[in-house]
């Protein structure tokens, strides 16, 4: 098998002229590099936590290439490069190699390549030293030393690990902001704001990133941030003067069959479908009514790993207010609910559905089955929360209420234009 042979770039990147996995990077698009190379990059596991998916990070382990892509969980941005098995992969820095089947990664080596900075740190319960560079350390195996000198690294010693990270200390490191070249021409959502009145949710608000280019130039190309509501009642144009088109337009049932049919000029107007615009890169599906052409629902996805449709949408990062009626004098609590709440704190909040749930259990037409178990939905405050086997929310479809033409188009009072 010929090996990969990759580019380190210190507090950025590791890579080859066709593809690199950036620091900052989101999770799907580190997956899509892995299917397009599929013949290259064979053997990849996913590994998260079934029970508590935000307190470890999700890794990508390419176990035939020794490396390890280490993502936050919270925000699905690539936060740390892992090299753990050095004679699985060969590695250059400014073009020229440090680790191949010629060159032994050695301490010389390093140095020579990356220049001597400092002392390395000796950890005596790893029996391991690590040399730190910004964005970057090496950890050395020191098995054949018995009397492990303290402060300098053993002549010959060899790298055992390396890490590419942003900053200077691996243990507090954070997924950067996402680089420009991931962007690739789509908006993302920083965060979306539901915006509601007493009775229920009347819209969102999103915080929008594009990376907005000058005609032609590269130079001027930089992050812009945008803010764009939209509300129940908004028509499609409404939506796509907004937020541009969809990524997928989804017709609700197997109808989208009938402009095949023999006379599609004879079927029934009103039997037309419900329609969604699909935005996987915000996170968020809209739904028309098929004859009014006006937003009816909105769903919010979490992108929990474990969930049937992982890494279908990226997270959406929203902010529900609650209305909660304490007590006789109907007095209300304010509350946020987030992409993060679980559903007993939601339950705590808002008391428990009347209703049983309904249970979901999706599975593809061409395999019936489903290796992650069936989701159960609860409705509560013209809200429908789907909730995951291990107590996380997987969606929240929020229902307006029907809104007639002659209504104007609610203002949200405290967006900032």
């Known amino acids: 098998m010929p090996m990969l042979d990759l580019e380190v770039v210190p507090e950025r990147s590791l890579g080859n ?104 740190v000796y950890n005596a319960a790893e029996q391991l ?58 908006i993302y959502a920083e965060c979306v704001d539901v915006l509601r009145d007493g009775a229920g949710p009347l819209g969102l608000r999103l915080r929008l990133l594009t990376a907005g280019c000058g005609l032609g130039v590269m130079a001027d190309a930089k992050v812009r941030s945008l803010e764009r509501c939209i509300f ?44 969604f615009f699909n935005y996987f890169t915000l996170g968020v599906d809209i739904l028309f009514d098929s004859t009014t052409h006006l937003v009816k629902k909105f769903v919010l996805h979490t992108n929990y790993p474990g969930h049937y449709n992982f890494n279908i949408y990226h997270r959406c990062d929203f902010k529900i207010p609650l209305v909660i009626k304490k007590g006789a004098d109907s007095q209300t609590e304010d509350c946020i609910l987030t992409t ?29 089955t489903n290796p992650f178990g069936s989701t159960f939905c609860f409705g509560l405050q013209r809200m429908i929360f789907e909730v995951m086997q291990n107590n996380h929310i997987a969606s929240v479809t929020l229902y307006g209420a029907p809104r007639t033409t002659s209504q104007a188009r609610p203002e949200s009072s405290s967006s900032s234009h």
């Open 340 to 368: 993060y709440s679980k559903w007993d704190q939601i339950q705590e909040l808002l008391g428990h559905p009347m209703e049983k749930p309904v249970v979901l259990h999706r599975s593809s037409s061409a395999n019936n």
């Open 17 to 120: 002229e066709q593809w690199e996995f950036a620091l900052g990077m989101p999770f799907s698009q580190a997956i899509s590099i892995l299917q397009k190379h599929c013949r290259i990059i064979k053997n990849v596991q996913v590994l998260y936590s079934e029970q508590t998916p935000l307190s470890h990070d999700l890794i990508l382990n390419l176990t035939q290439d020794g490396i390890k892509l280490l993502f936050d969980a919270t925000n699905q941005r690539l936060k740390v490069i892992e090299v753990y098995d050095l004679s699985k992969v060969k590695l250059k820095y400014c073009g020229v190699h440090f680790n191949s089947q010629a060159i032994a990664p050695t301490i010389e080596q390093i140095d020579q390549s990356f220049g001597a900075t400092h002392p390395g």
């Open 129 to 186: 030293f690590h040399l730190n560079f910004r964005g970057l350390s090496f950890s050395f195996q020191l098995d054949s030393w018995n009397e492990a000198p303290k402060y300098e690294i053993p002549h010959g010693a060899m790298v055992k690990r390396m890490h590419i990270y942003t900053g200077n200390n691996l243990q507090e490191t954070r997924a950067p902001a996402m680089p420009l070249a991931c962007f690739l021409g789509n």
């Open 232 to 275: 129940f009642g908004d028509s499609c144009q409404d939506v796509l003067g907004a937020l541009g088109s969809p990524h997928k337009v989804f017709y609700k049932s197997e109808d989208k069959m009938k402009i095949h049919s023999p006379s599609p000029h004879k079927q029934v107007p009103s039997k037309c479908n419900d329609y």
